[in-house]
């Protein structure tokens, strides 16, 4: 089981305060907040992608291969890559060129956002989301595959003879989680593959999350890749606590009923009843957090989203520390009486086993079919 925390990136005012952090305080506490995930033990960072204000998440792949820099464990993952309006060629080159600087300590979680706009600031058209969707997928997961790529499809130009470099680290692409809220193309999409679908998991009730997870478990079946208690999920969650019940509700309060995404709409109490937002003590946290297993059966990768809100950095490393003092336990409820079937989540090394060992992957060019000779060679023979 990975357990982990996810940033989108918003710069947002903090209502008890009044202060707005600057862009630089917000890039820079997102790094600090990722290096306090891996001091106390967790598995993943990943950020969101968006391009722009109030957020700072744009260019994920440079703020992780910073992150994983200054990390020992820490997986890097995204929350999510926007499959619909980035090039799914760039996407493939960007993403093999961070699993070489992490070490393989990379996987991706592939979405269409929730920024409408986006679209046309890419060229895209949203009525095509679905459908951009599947195709750039496709296409990345071929470009990852094969070495030399023939290619055409409906919403980019053409590729003859392709090949995206750096190929994959050891010969193995990076896991791809597929995220989504409410769509289940995106389910079958990640079933399809074999891949891994994650349930955002945060404003909608838990209902809507079990109804998604168990569509793609079934698919995942019907596609022959095992058993539908064998499917690779992930959840994504939010929690707040502190050590006393009463001091988490206070101290949150402000910051939900004003947070852009959720305030001024149904009450803390009435989130919390409905949906997997957690607010109390470390104990209520764990309780709630465990109980996720009765509606998404056992599943791999659990990821909270705890910097938003306009929450200050302080208060998001203290929540990090209480979440290191339960995550023992967190560990524990997880495995008790988790069947021996179910897979962990993928790992590079795992991916790695599984292929039978790494491979260099490295595609060496042959002669210029113009000139008879190697760019390289040439550049030798010049200097």
Do not use: C
Not at 144 to 152: A, I, P
Not at 170 to 194: K, L, T
Not at 247 to 272: C, I, M, T
Not at 291 to 296: E, L, P, V
């Amino acid at each position: 089981m990975q357990i982990g925390i996810f940033s989108v990136g918003d710069v947002t005012t903090d209502p008890t305060t009044g202060r707005t952090p600057t862009e630089f305080e917000r890039i820079q506490a997102q790094v600090e907040i990722a290096k306090k995930a891996d001091d106390i033990g967790l598995d993943v960072f990943a950020t969101g992608e968006h391009h722009n204000p109030p957020f700072i998440s744009s260019a994920p792949t440079t703020t992780l291969a910073w992150i994983a820099a200054q990390t020992k464990n820490l997986i890097m993952s995204t929350a999510t890559t926007l499959i619909t309006t980035n090039d799914p060629v760039l996407l493939a080159e960007d993403y093999a060129k961070l699993q070489h600087l992490s070490g393989g300590r990379v996987d991706l979680m592939m979405g269409r956002g929730n920024t409408g706009p986006v679209y046309p600031w890419f060229g895209k058209d949203i009525r095509q989301g679905i459908n951009l969707a599947i195709e750039n997928y496709a296409l990345l997961h071929q470009l990852w595959r094969e070495d030399v790529v023939t290619w055409k499809g409906r919403f980019r130009t053409p590729l003859q003879g392709y090949t995206s470099t750096p190929r994959p680290l050891d010969g193995v692409p990076p896991f791809v989680w597929h995220g989504s809220i409410r769509s289940p193309e995106i389910a079958e999409q990640a079933a399809f593959y074999g891949d891994g679908y994650f349930h955002n998991h945060i404003f909608w009730p838990s209902t809507h999350a079990e109804q998604m997870i168990r569509l793609y478990r079934q698919q995942w079946e019907k596609h022959g890749h095992g058993p539908s208690d064998t499917a690779i999920v992930g959840l994504g969650g939010q929690f707040f606590m502190r050590k006393n019940s009463q001091d988490a509700w206070k101290d949150f309060r402000p910051y939900f009923d004003n947070a852009p995404v959720y305030g001024h709409g149904p009450s803390l109490e009435q989130f919390v009843d409905g949906t997997p937002l957690s607010v109390g003590s470390p104990q209520q946290i764990l309780e709630k957090t465990l109980s996720f297993r009765d509606y998404a059966g056992d599943y791999q990768r659990q990821l909270f989203l705890i910097d938003h809100a306009g929450l200050p950095l302080k208060t998001v490393l203290e929540q990090l520390d209480l979440l290191g003092d339960i995550l023992p336990e967190m560990r524990k409820g997880f495995a008790e009486g988790r069947p021996a079937h179910i897979p962990e989540a993928p790992t590079h090394a795992s991916m790695v086993a599984k292929a039978g060992g790494g491979k260099d992957s490295t595609v060496y060019a042959e002669a210029d079919a113009a000139t008879g000779h190697r760019a390289e060679d040439l550049m030798e023979v010049s200097a």
